[in-house]
């Protein structure tokens, strides 16, 4: 039996040896059953070769996080063993294709199990089928019927024809039969008690469905990992809805293409990673001199440069807080979950239009790219704000002379027209331009008058319910802070942390910029401690924290940037270290 309440399978081996498509229909078919399942991918920066992995977590209750520890390892190859051993939870099981002699250290506490995986698939007619066995095997160990994969495997080969559907399953049903009677089980957690049907999805899904579902009408994107699969769930959703994508010749294109198509009235985004965000710098600045809404989506990865396409990191954040010449208000907004990402992506569109400047959505590829199931999308709230866009009407009782485009308010936003609207017109340059005119203009007066209109824009933002997310102590001795995709980590930390005795708080940001004060200054000040958990080097989130609220004492860095998601240990060891020098070490149980 596993020893947790949940249960965590992995699946490893080269590129190109259906690594995805084993864990893909495992995990949709535990999905279907009614399960909780997250599941995460572990890829390089190549077509074949190199290793990867897939893994599952099922959960009593639906979790945010792939787990620290692995029950049962499928190995495709010695090096599938050797980079995942140290992951293998204490009495684990490793089924090995037999074709390799597997080796692991007498004292690794593990099992072995070896099975002719690539000789079953070779007899039934090409290597490559060896993944079906796989997933046989791992039916058998946890106890499923076979029965339950056929829909799924002719889902996905049944545009191959009946006979590759049949080989597949045939060779599932191998895979099965081989290790049914192999003596080592493990219990899958019970399903949701809740009834199903439930999306089983992907930040990346969540972003791009909650951009159509605002009425985003148009996407002009380049393909870049780990943002790619934005543009084709868009493409294979949008036209149907009287929408279009657009792949751009480079990042450049794309954005002012963008700002292009929302000038003219249409809503329209772009999606990018870190080198394609740079790209955009001077665009950005564009959108806001003109005072033109657009949405941009970065799916952080590691950099700097290419750095490592496929590997996660928080590291852009000043670049999306700071990036770009000149100075102009621009929203910076960075969802916590799948749903998360569903809400902002939506929220930005109205965002933008009401405020009249970039918003921009901060993911990460462990956020990005990790399918998971989630109870729902409440699609009947998102309301729809054009702001303040002027009609033929409001044109025409216009009663002081000509359309003015960029007037000086109280509140820093003119409204705006759509190009063809009689008397309407306006010039949207890039330079600095006349409030009566808006002609363009180097005058010193008008320049600070401009300046100082745009930059207030942001002095009434009102959406403080998007800032943050807050679960636990009231009174916290130790407050443990992120962004982003930590916080399904961070969540099972506090819990563990709590269940030590340690009064914890999490606090997640959602909303960096404008920043939230009033609201996370109470936090601060209650914790004697701030854990502050990111995905970077310098502590980027830190030093935003001590920018904008100061008590710099109390902030603590809890950093990684090998690429890789965090673990609930590493939060866990790093925050009893900051609570060991707040505390005598003999109070921490």
């Known amino acids: 039996m596993g020893k947790r309440a949940d249960f965590a399978w992995k699946v490893g081996g080269e590129q190109g040896e259906g690594i995805d498509s084993t864990g893909e229909i495992f995990g949709l078919a535990l999905h279907r059953l009614g399960h909780a399942v997250y599941a995460y991918r572990h890829y390089m920066s190549l077509i074949k070769g190199g290793h ?9 209750e639906i979790r945010r996080h792939h787990a620290d520890d692995t029950d049962v390892l499928i190995a495709f190859d010695q090096y599938t063993i050797d980079f995942n051993l140290d992951s293998m939870a204490p009495g684990g099981l490793i089924i090995y294709d037999s074709r390799f002699e597997a080796r692991v250290p007498d004292d690794a506490g593990v099992q072995l ?55 597949n399953m045939a060779l599932v049903r191998q895979g099965y039969e081989c290790c049914i009677d192999a003596g080592r089980r493990f219990e899958l957690p019970p399903p949701l008690a809740e009834p199903g049907p439930r999306p089983f ?180 709230q998102v309301p729809i704000d054009r702001g303040l866009i002027l009609s033929r009407e409001d044109l025409e009782r216009l009663a002081n002379g000509p359309y003015r485009r960029y007037r000086l308010t109280e509140d820093g936003i003119s409204p705006r027209t759509l190009p063809g609207m009689p008397k309407g017109q306006f010039v949207g340059m890039s330079n600095e331009h006349e409030a009566e005119s808006n002609a363009e203009t180097e005058d010193a007066a008008m320049r600070r008058l401009q300046m100082e209109k745009r930059m207030r824009k942001l002095d009434r933002f009102d959406r403080w319910d998007l800032s943050l997310f807050y679960d636990g102590d009231e009174e916290p001795q130790l407050l443990l802070l992120g962004m982003g995709s930590s916080y399904g980590p961070m969540e099972e930390a506090r819990e563990e942390l709590a269940a030590r005795g340690i009064p914890v708080g999490h606090l997640h940001l959602r909303l960096l910029r404008p920043f939230p004060k009033a609201q996370v200054l109470p936090y601060i000040q209650k914790a004697a401690k701030v854990l502050v958990v990111e995905n970077n080097f310098t502590g980027q989130l830190q030093e935003l924290l001590q920018k904008e609220l100061g008590h710099h004492d109390r902030y603590e860095g809890c950093r990684k940037y090998d690429g890789n998601p965090f673990t609930v240990d590493e939060i866990v060891a790093r925050a009893l270290q900051v609570v060991d020098s707040i505390r005598p070490v003999s109070e921490v149980s």
């Open 52 to 60: 990867t992995y897939y893994k599952l977590r099922v959960t009593p």
């Open 113 to 167: 199990l070896a099975v002719p995986m690539t000789e079953m698939a070779r007899e039934a007619g090409g290597a490559i089928m060896k993944n079906m066995v796989a997933v046989g095997v791992s039916a058998a160990i946890v106890g499923l019927d076979p029965e339950a994969f056929r829909p799924l495997i002719a889902e996905r080969f049944g545009d191959k024809g009946e006979k590759v559907v049949a080989q």
């Open 201 to 380: 999805m992907n930040g990346n899904d969540a972003t791009a469905l909650g951009a159509v579902t605002a009425g985003c009408r148009l996407l002009f994107q380049y393909p870049i990992t780990p943002a790619t699969d934005i543009m084709y769930w868009v493409l294979a959703n949008l036209p149907e809805m009287g929408g279009a994508v657009v792949q751009a010749e480079d990042e450049i294109a794309a954005i002012n293409m963008a700002i292009g198509a929302n000038y003219a009235g249409v809503r329209a985004m772009t999606a990018t990673s870190g080198p394609g965000f740079s790209l955009m710098q001077e665009a950005l600045g564009l959108a806001g001199i003109s005072e033109t809404p657009v949405v941009v989506v970065n799916v952080q990865r590691a950099g700097p440069s290419t750095g490592m396409p496929t590997k996660t990191e928080q590291s852009d954040l000043n670049e999306m807080l700071y990036g770009s010449h000149g100075e102009f208000p621009r929203i910076v907004l960075m969802p916590a979950t799948v749903e998360d990402s569903f809400k902002l992506a939506a929220e930005a569109f109205n965002l933008a239009d009401r405020f009249q400047c970039p918003v921009i959505l901060g993911s990460d590829l462990y956020l990005a790219g990790s399918r998971q199931t989630i109870m729902g999308l409440d699609y009947d």
